[in-house]
C-alpha cells in the first residue's frame, strides 16, 4: 500500500483514476521551469502539485533518450532503442496506453504543439522502426478510433509524397469532424461530443509561442470537456509542450521560457477541469531535459540569463508532478517506464502489461 501523503486532498479516496491527463513538456528540465516561474511573477500552476517524484529517463540504446523512446517508455512501459515509434528493441509493436484505453472503452486524445505525427505523440499511437516514418505514422491514426486530436502536419494527412491517399477526407469517411486552421480558428469550432474530432493547426509545425501561438491551453480545456462526454468509462488524453525541446537544440533561453510558460496555462487547464472534477488524475514530466539549460549568474526575477551546455539532449534526472487520485504512487525516485505502470495501477488496469500489441 501506498501511504497518501497528508497534503494530499485524495488522502481518503479509493484511489482510482477515472480519467488520466498526461502532460509531457519535451525538453523540460527543472532550469526549463524554474526560468519560467522567476520570468512569470514567481508563480505557476505547476505549484499547485501536491506529490512529486523523478525519473530516470535512460532509453535501451543511451544513457540520452530521445523523445522517441522516452515517449514509448510512457506509452508501453518498456526501454526501447532512440527513434523507435511505439515498438520494441526487436521492433516488434508494443501495445499503449492509450490503445489499451480506447479498447477498453475510455474515451483518448492528444493534443501537441508540433505536427501531431512527431515522434511523442506518435509513439501512444503509431509502431514504426524510425521516427521519421511521418505519412507511415498517420496512416497509423487511421487504423484507431482516438476520438480527439489537435496538432500540426496536416500535410501528412493530405498532401502525401508517398501514395495518392487524402488521410484528411478518409478520417470524414470515419465519421470524424475534420477542421483545420485554413478553414477556421479553433476556438470558433463548434464542437459536438456525438463525433470524433480532428484538428490540425498548422501544415506542417506550428509556430513558437513567441510568435503568437496560443492554442495549447485552450484545447486542453476543450478536450478535457469533449472527452468526459464521449465515455462513461473515463478518458486518458495526452498533452505535449512539444517545443520547449527545440529551444533547448537552439539555445534560446527567451523562447524556452515563452514555451514553458505556455505549457503551464495548459496544466492549469488541466487542473482546473481536474479540482472540479475530482476523478482525474493529472500527471506532467519530461521525457529528458534539452540544451543542458541552467540560469547563470546575473539572473534576476523576470531577466533570466539562460546558458547551455549543449545543443543536444541531456541525461538528468527528470521531474514528475502529479495531483489527483493515486498521485502518491509518483513520488520518489524510479525508471521513466514506471510511469506506465503506474498510471495502470491508478486507472485500475491489471499491474500487469498486456501483450502481444493487437
Ligand atoms: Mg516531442
Ligand atoms: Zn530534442
New binding site residues.
Given amino acids: 500500500m501506498q501511504k497518501e501523503p497528508a497534503h494530499s486532498p485524495y488522502a481518503n479516496s479509493s484511489g482510482q483514476a477515472k480519467n488520466v491527463i498526461l502532460l509531457i513538456g519535451?525538453?523540460m528540465g527543472l532550469a526549463q521551469i524554474s526560468a519560467a516561474l522567476y520570468s512569470n511573477n514567481n508563480k505557476l500552476a505547476l505549484e499547485q502539485f501536491t506529490s512529486i517524484g523523478l525519473h530516470k529517463s535512460s532509453s535501451a540504446s543511451d544513457l540520452i533518450t530521445?523523445?522517441a523512446a522516452g515517449a514509448t517508455a510512457f506509452a508501453c512501459g518498456i526501454k526501447t532503442y532512440n527513434g523507435a515509434i511505439g515498438v520494441t528493441s526487436d521492433t516488434l509493436p508494443c501495445y499503449t496506453i492509450l490503445e489499451e484505453a480506447e479498447s477498453r472503452g475510455y474515451a483518448t486524445g492528444m493534443i501537441a504543439t508540433s505536427t501531431i505525427v512527431h515522434a511523442t505523440p506518435a509513439a501512444f499511437i503509431a509502431h514504426q522502426p524510425i521516427r521519421i516514418f511521418y505519412e507511415e505514422i498517420a496512416e497509423d491514426f487511421l487504423k484507431t478510433d482516438i476520438d480527439l486530436f489537435i496538432g500540426g502536419g496536416k500535410r501528412y494527412f493530405d498532401r502525401r509524397e508517398k501514395d495518392n491517399r487524402d488521410l484528411y477526407a478518409e478520417l470524414k469517411g470515419k465519421g470524424y469532424f475534420v477542421s483545420d486552421y485554413s478553414v477556421e480558428e479553433l476556438s470558433d469550432v463548434m464542437l459536438t461530443s456525438k463525433r470524433n474530432f480532428a484538428y490540425f493547426t498548422a501544415d506542417k509545425h506550428p509556430l513558437p509561442a513567441m510568435a503568437g501561438r496560443d492554442y495549447l491551453p485552450l484545447a486542453t480545456k476543450m478536450a478535457c470537456s469533449f472527452l468526459s462526454k464521449r465515455s462513461e468509462h473515463g478518458f486518458f488524453l495526452m498533452v505535449e509542450g512539444s517545443q520547449i525541446?527545440?529551444c533547448?537544440?537552439a539555445n534560446d533561453g527567451q523562447l524556452a521560457i515563452g514555451e514553458t510558460i505556455d505549457f503551464d496555462k495548459a496544466i492549469a487547464a488541466a487542473l482546473s477541469f481536474a479540482k472540479r472534477d475530482g476523478q482525474t488524475l493529472v500527471i506532467v514530466t519530461a521525457d529528458h531535459e534539452?540544451g543542458g539549460m541552467a540560469l547563470n549568474p546575473g539572473s534576476e526575477m523576470n531577466k533570466i540569463n539562460a546558458r547551455f551546455t549543449t545543443n543536444g539532449?541531456t541525461g538528468a534526472m527528470v521531474p514528475v508532478f502529479a495531483y489527483g487520485p493515486s498521485e502518491s504512487l509518483f513520488t520518489g525516485i524510479y525508471e521513466n517506464t514506471e510511469i506506465y505502470y503506474k498510471i495502470r495501477q491508478a486507472m485500475g488496469f491489471s499491474t500487469e502489461a498486456p501483450s502481444p500489441a493487437p
Fill in positions: 519535451d525538453g530521445d523523445s525541446d527545440w533547448g537544440h534539452s539532449h
